[in-house]
């Protein structure tokens, strides 16, 4: 349980109404009961005001005073931070015991912390280390000489292979696969010959990964994944790929070897991206995007292969003209053969 006015003071919002009202419990305006605080996050959501029994609503600065006539409010810069902010004091976590689970198997060379937890079933591999309040869950594999940061956490199923660096405060979900082989091999004149993959992978502090994403080492040198990436699940990031700080990869990207991508990119769901494409800082891509060539700093594409947004939604739109367009088309060709034929 909280006071609002806590709420309040957390959110750097302006509190509207009884500070000292009770909030036991966050929840969606249209299923809100009372002791809930609630979100008005966009305009679509205020037509559900009304009848919200929430005991207190989170809203943006510039919503309409009428809208919260009678209710208890905390009134925000960006509601989806204050949400963010608000979800995390009554998030549920499972406290997990520290120390090595007697089910677990750790190599004499690993180097465990005293604090970190691992749990049944786990595998820690020789020279592997595995900082403070760091937690590997049942059934994770943990190569030889991998590195797991402070405070990382690796959910069940996950193989990290021998040699990955992983960041502190790092999120790994179920059955994620990093530092595997990337894809290469070489034509001899009668069979596929495999490259050796000897590079390793390198994860920045504060990322996300999602499950059943894959991310393969490098072949030389190494596959780095920047410092606040979000990655969603169901990725597949290649060898000697280069992603930058705080970028966002949505499901079911796929992204080629030796491309780099920079700062706070975003990529929609299936975007796909060939290799040694060059991806410049701030980058969005619409779901579905195939990006075949470098994409200059700052830029909003959709399309395949990729094109401007706007030139994009133009090609859409006479796209859907199409049909219209050879009806019209083969009217006129039938009066002009008509007209010959007279």
């Given at each position: 349980?909280?006071?609002?006015?806590?709420?309040?003071?957390?959110?750097?919002?302006?509190?509207?109404?009884?500070?000292?009202?009770?909030?036991?419990?966050?929840?969606?305006?249209?299923?809100?009961?009372?002791?809930?605080?609630?979100?008005?996050?966009?305009?679509?959501?205020?037509?559900?005001?009304?009848?919200?029994?929430?005991?207190?609503?989170?809203?943006?600065?510039?919503?309409?005073?009428?809208?919260?006539?009678?209710?208890?409010?905390?009134?925000?810069?960006?509601?989806?931070?204050?949400?963010?902010?608000?979800?995390?004091?009554?998030?549920?976590?499972?406290?997990?015991?520290?120390?090595?689970?007697?089910?677990?198997?750790?190599?004499?060379?690993?180097?465990?912390?005293?604090?970190?937890?691992?749990?049944?079933?786990?595998?820690?591999?020789?020279?592997?280390?595995?900082?403070?309040?760091?937690?590997?869950?049942?059934?994770?594999?943990?190569?030889?000489?991998?590195?797991?940061?402070?405070?990382?956490?690796?959910?069940?199923?996950v193989s990290v292979y021998g040699g990955t660096r992983i960041g502190r405060r790092v999120i790994i979900?179920?059955?994620?696969?990093?530092?595997?082989?990337?894809?290469?091999?070489?034509?001899?004149?009668?069979?596929?010959?495999?490259?050796?993959?000897?590079?390793?992978?390198?994860?920045?502090?504060?990322?996300?990964?999602?499950?059943?994403?894959?991310?393969?080492?490098?072949?030389?040198?190494?596959?780095?994944?920047?410092?606040?990436?979000?990655?969603?699940?169901?990725?597949?990031?290649?060898?000697?790929?280069?992603?930058?700080?705080?970028?966002?990869?949505?499901?079911?990207?796929?992204?080629?070897?030796?491309?780099?991508?920079?700062?706070?990119?975003?990529?929609?769901?299936?975007?796909?991206?060939?290799?040694?494409?060059?991806?410049?800082?701030?980058?969005?891509?619409?779901?579905?995007?195939?990006?075949?060539?470098?994409?200059?700093?700052?830029?909003?594409?959709?399309?395949?292969?990729?094109?401007?947004?706007?030139?994009?939604?133009?090609?859409?739109?006479?796209?859907?003209?199409?049909?219209?367009?050879?009806?019209?088309?083969?009217?006129?060709?039938?009066?002009?053969?008509?007209?010959?034929?007279?």
């Open positions: 349980m909280i006071k609002l006015r806590e709420i309040a003071s957390r959110t750097g919002g302006v509190l509207v109404g009884d500070g000292e009202a009770d909030i036991t419990g966050i929840a969606a305006l249209k299923e809100a009961r009372k002791g809930d605080i609630a979100f008005l996050l966009n305009k679509g959501f205020e037509k559900f005001l009304a009848a919200s029994e929430a005991t207190a609503v989170i809203a943006g600065k510039e919503t309409d005073p009428a809208l919260l006539a009678g209710k208890n409010a905390v009134l925000v810069e960006n509601p989806g931070v204050a949400y963010a902010e608000v979800a995390a004091i009554f998030e549920k976590t499972r406290d997990v015991p520290r120390g090595v689970s007697p089910d677990a198997r750790v190599a004499h060379d690993a180097v465990v912390s005293p604090r970190a937890a691992v749990l049944s079933y786990a595998c820690v591999e020789s020279g592997a280390v595995i900082e403070e309040d760091a937690v590997v869950h049942p059934f994770c594999f943990i190569g030889p000489g991998a590195r797991v940061g402070a405070g990382t956490v690796i959910y069940p199923n979900h179920a059955g994620a696969v990093l530092g595997s082989d990337g894809f290469g091999y070489v034509w001899d004149g009668s069979r596929h010959r495999k490259i050796p993959q000897l590079g390793f992978l390198e994860i920045g502090d504060d990322v996300e990964i999602g499950a059943n994403t894959c991310i393969d080492r490098g072949s030389l040198g190494k596959t780095v994944i920047g410092q606040g990436t979000k990655i969603d699940n169901l990725v597949q990031v290649a060898h000697n790929v280069a992603i930058g700080e705080n970028s966002i990869l949505a499901s079911e990207v796929g992204i080629a070897g030796s491309t780099r991508l920079g700062r706070n990119v975003v990529l929609g769901g299936k975007v796909g991206v060939r290799d040694h494409v060059e991806i410049g800082d701030g980058v969005m891509a619409a779901g579905g995007t195939g990006i075949t060539k470098d994409v200059k700093a700052g830029a909003v594409i959709a399309g395949n292969p990729h094109l401007p947004h706007r030139e994009w939604l133009r090609l859409q739109a006479c796209l859907k003209r199409l049909p219209e367009l050879f009806e019209r088309m083969r009217r006129i060709e039938e009066t002009i053969r008509k007209g010959e034929e007279e």
